[in-house]
């Protein structure tokens, strides 16, 4: 029996505000429990929320980011549930009436190629605090600083066919989001939280099977992982003859395994409505369109143009849009006077090596365009440049040409330095020279690399080789 | 008078009002730091030590907050409402937290888990409720002012049965930030005074926007208004429907008697009619109730006030111990209610059908003030304050004594009740409806006839 | 229009409400009571859209995004029932890991 899997995905994304969605304590991690609260995130008899202008933006410019419907009118509703780190006993959400609805991410699917995801709403809510159970026996502690941080849910078709593919949809999500500003979006620090949806179906039907949710997933690979074992999972149910019952169930990613929660959760009725302490969220035409004027250039329309201004690779191009803070910094150098092809090289090698180990850019792009210049000069050898780069992102703004002239990395041009080292070499292997002049043409790499070894590198090859020539000729006549 | 005079003053007539069970926490002590705190104020502030009590679902750094319920028993709040605020920066001195239904679920201050409150003239009745103590301290002398929160009524129709003036103002006037919530769009902080005066110059200093309420209407606060010398031009309407012919006979006499007041001083009483005012009362007994059961779900003995643990001993024995044991029987049937029409399968036959019967309502009102009707003149209550015990055994008896208030809690319009007469000895009280916004002539107009009436006059 | 008991209890689980036993009967008979009579709005014909009755703003007016928040004349460990080391303490719920 062939399966085929539908997945949808549900991602929960931080907001980068300063501030709650709710109220005026700061967003910030990692500050001692329970200090960044006031009586609307702690939940005290008579406090009010008051929404997040900055909040409310963000998750537009998201919405837009992500080809929605932005709705000019959408009402915040109340979603009641009891639980320790929910301190009102309801979450100020969205329901039938969201910020946005309609969108859609194009994406390439590992098994399907370029190919578009449905987006089908997106609203704001406010986050819960953080349990810990294990930090004191038998207990379960409670933290609120957390709580109120705005959020942005975004849910998508079940338009995936694959845990791959949702892997790819994810990476391509985030990316936009990170392009425009909205989000954070990192899994490590929780301003990226990913529930999947998963079910499956006899190839060739249309009706859904019974989904399952899959939740505690702290990275995409885990997501990916999660999805292989629950579809896994399901196939084998279905092909023992036993039916997909509608479970949430959670990752290890210790065992690699899903497990249903264990409590059987009360029956989610949420009982959602209005939030009467919110009067509706109306945004006019106008706004809206200031605020899709301000999205900054995203992922797919960034790659398209530099592939074009810049004579890219399409895969180059792919490579360097990858992350915005790359792209960027891409821009930067070109902008300083470097040439674009030798630019992305750099940009994919050296750059971005330093980038994923240390999330910076040390060198500053005008730094980096003039390494390139002296390179193209002849100032340095490309092999030394990479040692100045080194040097340089050190220490913050030193000059290229003088930190690769303290390293001793200029390269000799001077025709009598030249010159010199080329007879030391053609007077030390008079068999080579002679082997040359019978016609053995292939030796001028060996005398190239003589030379340079003789100069400790300093030597630059560009020039060694028509003195060579010139040498190796002269005495041919005499 | 002087704080540290109003003070000693205050604190012998708390003292004295101790058998009314009105007040559930007062000191000497803060009292005097009240005093100290307006004596050492610069002159001229608008308040100048006038003690003002609050009802105990407003809260206060200095005094617990109780709501009247065992959950939140010896809960104080870390920071006080923004009209509490306003009163102290006005000079005003805050003299005690009153008794009230519990949560504000009731019209008799019979739910307190402290005891019910006695009214002033006759302690075998009930001053009204939810505000009863506040209406109480009022009534017998104790403060000139008070302040009780309304979310179907609970100022008008305890000021009424008091005998005292009682001002519900139009909804997002005064911020209800501080205001312990029960039903939030419907809840408005409102005012007790002695006179129309008292109240207008109260609900003065804490009527404005907040931001930090996102209910509150952008409009500068109320302004006293200034006196009128008569009603001339006013016009008046009297609906139909608030006048049953079953209503009370000494009720009925009273408003006979406004209405001949008005027309003597000049205006014109018109009949109109507010057809959906009818369905007021099962329509806000849909939605307080929806309203107030998310709003209470924050009780649950995890951050604040008293926590209970059954014998299970796990998360869920927390919230239902504590909840189930420190809530009274109306807080919880109201709880269940609230939470019944909310839920799946029927949200749409009783809230969303409530929603839609709460604009009726509110246009009927809308549309007889578009028909050049000024004000409304109703009857506050059908009755004069029941004994207590009368009607605390079927809850829908306890509602229906909010029939005439209800409607205006609906429409989020101002209205106050002032005392027109008595009847056998029990007050009674002529209730004023202006449109949205219109404080200022509701005030005025009571103003002139708080002149020329006299409350304690027996009607019959 | 008739509530059950189990109506009645699978609303007060909802609401995490304990019932006695003993508090059933009458519980019972006074929800019933309150239904049927808020429900003669049935009365009344439905026919118009619900928006929420908004007797406030009729649009929310947004908050700057900058740190004001509230301060607090007390800290939580004076209000919490149960505290230690930073936290609220309650009974450790059902098997969740940390997250």
Known sequence: MAWETVIGLEVHVQLRTRTKMFCGNRTTFGDPPNTNVCPVCLGLPGALPVPNAEAIRLAVRGALALGCTVHETSVFARKNYFYPDLPKGYQISQFDRPLATGGSVSFDSPERGRMQVGITRLHVEEDAGKLLHDRFPGKTAVDLNRAGTPLAEIVSEPDLRSPAEARAYLTTLRQILVYAGVSECSMEQGSLRVDANLSIRPAGTSRLGTKTEVKNMNSFANVERALEVERARQIALVESGRSVEQVTLLFNAGTGQVKPTRSKEESHDYRYFPDPDLPPLVLTPAWIAEQRAALPELPEAKRARLEAAHALSAKDARVITAEVGLAHYFESVVDAGADPKTAANWVMGEVMTTYNESGSFPVPAARLAELIGLVREGVVSHQAAKRVYSELAQSSDQDPRTAAARLGLVQVSDQGALTGWVDEVLAAHPDEVARFRDGETKLMAFFVGQVMKRSKGKADPKGVQPVLQERLTVAADR | MSGAATARETGARLAKAQPLNAVLHWSQELLDAEGARVDAMPAGSSLAAMPVALKDNIVTVEQPTTCGSRILEGYVSPYNATVVERLRAAGAMIAAKTNLDEFAMGSSTEHSAFGRVKHPLDPSRVPGGSSGGSAALVAAGVVPAALGSETGGSVRQPASFCGVVGVKPSYGRVSRYGLVAFGSSLDCVSVFGRTVDDAARVLSTISGSDPLDATTVDRAPMRVPKALPDLRGLTVGVPKEYFPADLDAGVSTALRRTTEQIQGLGGEVRLVSLPNSAYAVPTYYIIAPAEAAANLARYDGVRYGKRRIGPEGDIRSLYRTTRGEGFGEEVRRRILVGTYVLSAGYYDAYYKKAQQVRALIADDFRKVFDSGIDLLLTPTTPTPAFKAGEKTEDPVAMYLADVFVCPMSLAGLPAMSLPVGRSEGLPIGAQLVAPHFGEELLLAAAQVLERTMDPLAEVR | ?99
């Open chain 3, 1 to 99: 229009m008739n509530i059950g008991l189990d109506e009645v209890l699978h609303v007060a689980k909802l609401a995490e409400l304990a019932v006695q036993e003993s508090e059933f009967r009458r519980l019972v008979e006074q929800m019933n009571r309150i239904v049927n009579y808020v429900a003669t709005l049935d009365e009344v014909p439905g026919d118009r859209i619900a928006e929420p009755f908004l007797a406030g703003p009729q649009s929310v007016k947004l908050r700057e995004d900058v740190e004001a928040a509230v301060p607090l004349a007390r800290p939580p460990a004076a209000m919490a029932p149960e505290f230690a080391d930073g936290f609220f303490l309650v009974p450790r719920h059902g098997a969740m890991e940390d997250q």
